[in-house]
């Protein structure tokens, strides 16, 4: 099991950046997908980006693509997440998830391939 934190979130105005963190402890991170997802009130989870593993491969949601930029640096056990021109729209709790895999390139968007869920970090986007 891996344990999970996320930070950097807050109340940005539309247009403006912040930059969340995932930071891991426990089994070893290098060998895991990270996942980032959100939840707005009333609405279920969605899926906003991935990485695989070594960080080579990457996936995003289309409605966050161009925008937002997930990276990894395994020597400090830490996923990132980069979110730019941000919009009311991306107002949510986001939450990092985190599965073990042997695969160096798999990435994966159904929160249900993932085991491990930090506790959320609040993003606020005013207009």
């Known amino acids: 099991q891996v344990q999970l934190v996320e930070s950097g979130g807050g109340l940005v105005q539309a247009g403006g950046s912040l930059r969340l963190s995932c930071a891991a402890s426990?089994?070893?991170?290098?060998?895991?997908?990270v996942g980032w997802f959100r939840q707005a009130p009333g609405k279920e989870r969605e899926f906003v980006a991935a990485?695989?593993?070594?960080?080579?491969?990457?996936h995003y949601a289309d409605s966050v693509k161009g925008r937002f930029t997930i990276s990894r640096d395994n020597a400090k056990n830490t996923v990132y997440l980069q979110m730019d021109s941000l919009k009311p729209e991306d107002t949510a709790v986001y939450y990092c998830?985190?599965?073990?895999?042997?695969?160096?390139?798999?990435?994966?968007?159904?929160?249900?391939?993932?085991?491990?869920w930090g506790q959320g970090t609040q993003v606020t986007v005013s207009s």
């Open positions: 426990g089994r070893t991170f290098s060998t895991n997908r």
């Open positions: 998830a985190a599965h073990p895999t042997s695969s160096v390139a798999g990435i994966a968007t159904d929160l249900r391939d993932y085991d491990d």
């Open positions: 990485i695989s593993r070594s960080g080579v491969n990457t």
